[in-house]
């Protein structure tokens, strides 16, 4: 990890899109579910997503990365709360 930040990957499910995000291992969870939703263009109330790390929920979204015991160049997805049916 540098000390500037460190690099994390996210994918938002609506776009199936990555972004890569340079944050320090202090920022919350939620500022990470906020950039990589208004990275993408999702319009949708962030309320009504999630942040998965390592197939596990991150429910606590006012805790840092480095809380939650996310490393440099971790893969992450943002994705909505409810499932949605096939059509």
């Known amino acids: ?3 500037d930040g460190m690099l ?3 994918t938002v499910q609506d776009t199936w899109d990555t972004v890569e995000l ?3 291992p202090t920022a919350s969870v ?6 990589a939703l208004v990275m993408m263009h ?3 109330d962030p ?3 999630e942040v998965k790390y390592r197939g596990a929920s ?5 805790a840092s990365l480095e809380s939650a015991e ?3 160049n971790a893969a992450l997805i943002v994705l909505p709360v409810r499932r949605r049916p096939v059509k």
């Open 8 to 10: 994390v990957r996210v």
């Open 47 to 49: 309320g009504g997503y």
């Open 42 to 44: 999702v319009a949708n």
């Open 30 to 35: 939620a500022e990470l579910k906020l950039r």
């Open 1 to 3: 990890m540098s000390d």
């Open 22 to 24: 340079k944050l320090p």
């Open 70 to 72: 996310v490393v440099d």
């Open 58 to 62: 991150l429910r606590d979204e006012a």
